[in-house]
């Protein structure tokens, strides 16, 4: 059902259920959770995640709700495999780009709202519909969304469970932008032309701004340390022969 699939730099995490959507069933979130893991401890600089077939993903698994219904435990397991994934991915120090054609609904929402850059395909659709089946949504996606498209917005997609295109999902602040299979490959392609220390420096600065810290003692001496870092000193080499100067010691 999940599929990690290494390309060069690339990591890439695929949802392959296409026969429902891409739907993910309890296991196969706690399966996300580990390839996750297993990314985390890679050498991969971009994470790619994506759905196979026409959806991104539709969800949870609806076929499970049965048996939720009588085990205490079974809700508990299924609330807490989902939140560990989602904060798994969330928390990876690598850049991470969702990649959305087709359905994105419910769950796929928060799948994809934990990433660091949303791009859609023209044919993607978005909904987030818990009230129209009577349960909720976790209140940490909740509040992501809440944080992209404000408080609002998130009460028409929470309280309506309409579904909105990807120009009115970027619109909103839902994605990041839509357009066609090149474009993204153009992304990636400037993702991994940068440094991946200066990535994960800035990724948590990002995170940090959410959060409303305005200032960090810990990102002041990475933004030092990263100044006489390999990148820079291989810039100031290019630098200096472009120019012409001597070498600092000369």
């Not at 048996?67 to 989902?82: D, N």
């Not at 798994?88 to 990433?115: D, F, H, N, Q, R």
């Not at 392609?189 to 948590?204: G, V």
């Amino acid at each position: 059902m999940i599929r990690l699939d290494a390309d060069g730099q690339i990591a890439w995490l695929r949802l392959d259920r296409p026969q429902a959507r891409n739907a993910l069933a309890m296991a196969d979130w706690e399966d996300l959770a580990r390839h996750l893991d297993e990314v985390g401890r890679s050498d991969a600089r971009l994470l790619v995640l994506a759905g196979e077939g026409n959806s991104f993903c539709a969800g949870a698994d609806l076929g499970e709700f049965e048996e939720l219904q009588g085990s205490e435990a079974a809700r508990r397991r299924f609330r807490t495999s989902i939140r560990a994934a989602v904060d798994a991915l969330a928390a990876l120090p690598i850049a991470t780009l969702a990649s959305i054609e087709g359905a994105c609904y419910g769950a796929g929402v928060a799948l994809a709202m934990a990433c660091d850059i949303r791009f859609a395909a023209p044919d993607a659709r978005f909904a987030i519909t818990p009230a129209r089946i009577g349960i909720g949504y976790p209140q940490e996606d909740v509040h992501r969304l809440v944080s992209l498209v404000g408080p609002g917005q998130a009460a028409r997609l929470l309280f309506t469970g309409m579904t909105v295109d990807a120009p009115e999902a970027q619109g909103l602040g839902l994605i990041d932008l839509f357009g066609e299979p090149d474009q993204l490959l153009a992304i990636m392609d400037s993702l991994l032309a940068c440094d991946p220390d200066s990535i994960a420096m800035l990724k948590r600065g990002i995170g940090l701004a959410v959060a409303g810290r305005r200032s960090d003692d810990l990102q002041d001496r990475r933004f030092e340390d990263l100044l006489h870092a390999p990148a820079a000193i291989e810039l100031l080499s290019r630098v200096r022969a472009a120019r012409r100067l001597p070498p600092p010691d000369a």
